[in-house]
T-cell receptor, first 114, second 112 residues
Framework: GAGVSQSPRYKVAKRGQDVALRCDPI?????LFWYQQALGQGPEFLTY????????KSGLPSDRFFAERPEGSVSTLKIQRTQQEDSAVYLC????????????FGQGTRLTVV | SQQGEEDPQALSIQEGENATMNCSYK?????LQWYRQNSGRGLVHLIL?????REKHSGRLRVTLDTSKKSSSLLITASRAADTASYFC????????????FGAGTRLFVKA
């Protein structure tokens, strides 16, 4: 595709429910990032993949958060037993290998936990 | 925690005026980037400046970088109503890791 695609665009989950958020990066982009953006704040880094390898997951807030990119293209961010504080926009970005490379962002998935 | 800090937090100007936003960061960096985010949309990359560069231009955008002060500024000249958005600086740490750390952003409102 022409850009980074994320699905779903909106997700409402009941507290305690598991959710899975999908990211389709730009074809050929080695790097993939996940960010969490709370209302009125900048994006917070969650995790980074280079191809299928998860090289940095230091930003994942708890062991309820899990990300994978098994074939080095599509990535899924899974949140287990969702809590209200997980409500945010989850952004995915892809790029060529850093550093000094531009990241292309998807539109994000807005997760609301009720 | 976020490394970049933008100021002002919010800025309101008239169309045609220039807008200046500042960003400060804490550690050594490989590069600094500026992004724009319109309400309800993803981030759009505006410009990247490397740590060995001092100034860069792109259309109506001018970015400066002062690594001794760990600060950067974004100037938008001859602003337009369509420039209304949130602007974020983001840094890639020089010391390992692959994170891009974003600040909290400056909310720019350009009045027609």
């Amino acid at each position: 595709g022409a850009g980074v695609s994320q699905s779903p665009r909106y997700k409402v989950a009941k507290r305690g429910q598991d959710v899975a958020l999908r990211c389709d990066p730009i074809s050929g982009h080695v790097s993939l990032f996940w960010y969490q953006q709370a209302l009125g704040q900048g994006p917070e880094f969650l995790t980074y993949f280079q191809n299928e390898a998860q090289l940095d997951k230091s930003g994942l807030p708890s062991d309820r958060f899990f990300a994978e990119r098994p074939e080095g293209s599509v990535s899924t961010l899974k949140i287990q037993r969702t809590q209200q504080e997980d409500s945010a926009v989850y952004l995915c970005a892809s790029s060529l290998v850093p550093p000094n490379t531009e990241a292309f962002f998807g539109q994000g998935t807005r997760l609301t936990v009720v | 925690s976020q490394q970049g800090e933008e100021d002002p937090q919010a800025l309101s100007i008239q169309e045609g005026e220039n807008a200046t936003m500042n960003c400060s960061y804490k550690t050594s960096i490989n590069n600094l980037q500026w992004y724009r985010q319109n309400s309800g949309r993803g981030l759009v990359h505006l410009i990247l400046i490397r740590s060995n560069e001092r100034e860069k231009h792109s259309g109506r955008l001018r970015v400066t970088l002062d690594t001794s002060k760990k600060s950067s500024s974004l100037l938008i000249t001859a602003s337009r109503a369509a420039d209304t958005a949130s602007y974020f600086c983001a840094t890639d740490a020089a010391t390992g890791g692959f994170k891009t750390i974003f600040g909290a952003g400056t909310r720019l409102f350009v009045k027609a």
